[in-house]
């Protein structure tokens, strides 16, 4: 998980999960295919939201779900090392694009291997709202996590229940948001459970209900949405 800047406009000083805004370069499928592995089945918007997930994901964190063209296997930590430290900044900053990455490193996006986990859209009448799409994926075991620097300022990898008991202690600021998708994520025991569970499960769009309080706000959430707690009680400060 990644930490927020203060000054950030979305969620400050809130740990999230690598994640960002839908750029047009995601949505040009037809420049995208050739560099993809793309399940069955899915529609273009679901490959342009798996594919925006691979290159936040790289941009934020040095995760890259991509494979050497033909390979089962996922990119080496040596291989993502390389890629990062020549394309990284550039892509950030809009100089080059991950068809362009793919090219020039003969390699596919993992898109196949990015299971849909949940959908949140953000409540009617707050000031930024978000169209969320979450995923689950394996992280290579040998490539390293490292925030940017640049919009995130500090990053943890750690276990869903341990970030959920950290933050009610005061250590973390979670949005309730991400506070239900981890104690989703945490009611699975291993990687595989948590596969299998996104898998068959039917991912539901939330929209929560907002009710202002004294000190905060309640959200809550449908009952047949797929989370075990519907309704909590968030304080301002916790709030974006």
Request: aromatic content about 8%; some cysteine; charged content about 25%.
């Amino acid at each position: 998980m990644v930490k927020r800047p203060a000054q950030s406009a979305g969620f400050p000083n809130a740990l999230v999960f690598p994640g960002g805004r839908l750029d047009p370069a995601d949505e040009s499928i037809e420049a995208m295919a050739a560099h993809c592995r793309r399940p069955e089945g899915i529609s273009d918007d679901d490959l342009a939201h798996r594919i925006c997930g691979i290159r936040e994901t790289f941009e934020e964190a040095c995760i890259l779900l991509a494979r050497p063209r033909g390979a089962e296997e996922l990119i080496g930590g040596d291989g993502s090392i390389a890629i990062v430290e020549k394309y990284r900044k550039p892509l950030h900053s809009g100089e080059i694009g991950l068809a362009e990455i793919a090219a020039a490193e003969n390699l596919e996006y993992a898109c196949d291997l990015m299971i849909p986990f949940a959908h949140w859209v953000t409540p009617d009448g707050r000031p930024r709202r978000f169209d969320t799409r979450f995923f689950l994926a394996p992280a290579p075991n040998d490539q390293v996590a490292v925030h940017d620097d640049v919009e995130l300022v500090h990053s943890v990898w750690t276990s869903p229940v341990r970030i959920v008991e950290e933050s009610d202690q005061g250590l973390w600021n979670v949005v309730f948001v991400t506070r239900s998708n981890l104690l989703k994520l945490g009611d699975a025991k291993t990687i595989p459970e948590a596969f299998e569970r996104a898998r068959t499960s039917r991912v539901v769009m939330i929209s929560p209900q907002v009710e202002r309080v004294e000190g905060g706000s309640i959200f809550r959430i449908p009952a047949d949405a797929g989370y075990a707690v519907t309704e909590r009680f968030e304080p301002a400060s916790f709030q974006s």
